[in-house]
């Protein structure tokens, strides 16, 4: 993330949004998708865990069991980004700004953002 300190004492924060180049205010009450080991949908100032998923939750370790690796993998990220974007539209999340944590967007977080995009959360 990027602060841009403003004249009168106000901080912005920016994050890179995953397509494209735009900037996205968090300041303006943004919820942030937080793509990091666990995945977290975070409030605007980034205080609060409003949903978050992993693929050591044990639902998707059952959805797991018949594919090959560990969970560390694009089969896993599909399948926790489904599951994180279930969790967000059922708390009445529906746009969300992707921050992918300094992660190039190819493999695995190319996946969970395209799974919670199919499963209808808009960024």
Do not use: W
């Not at 797991?64 to 560990?70: M, R």
């Not at 969790?87 to 992660?103: N, P, T």
């Amino acid at each position: 993330m990027r602060q841009q300190h403003l004249g009168d004492g106000r901080v912005v924060e920016h994050v890179r949004q995953a397509v494209g180049a735009q900037q996205v205010d968090i300041a303006r009450g943004d919820i942030v998708l937080v793509c990091l080991q666990q995945h977290r949908v975070l409030d605007a100032d980034g205080a609060r865990v409003l949903v978050s998923s992993s693929s050591n939750e044990a639902e998707v370790r059952s959805e797991l069991a018949g594919t090959p690796g560990k969970g560390g993998n694009a089969n896993a990220a599909t399948v926790v980004g489904k599951r994180i974007a279930e969790k967000a539209l059922a708390a009445g999340i529906q746009s969300v700004a992707f921050d992918r944590a300094g992660y190039r967007f190819h493999g695995r977080v190319k996946a969970l953002a395209e799974a919670a995009r199919e499963a209808g959360l808009k960024f």
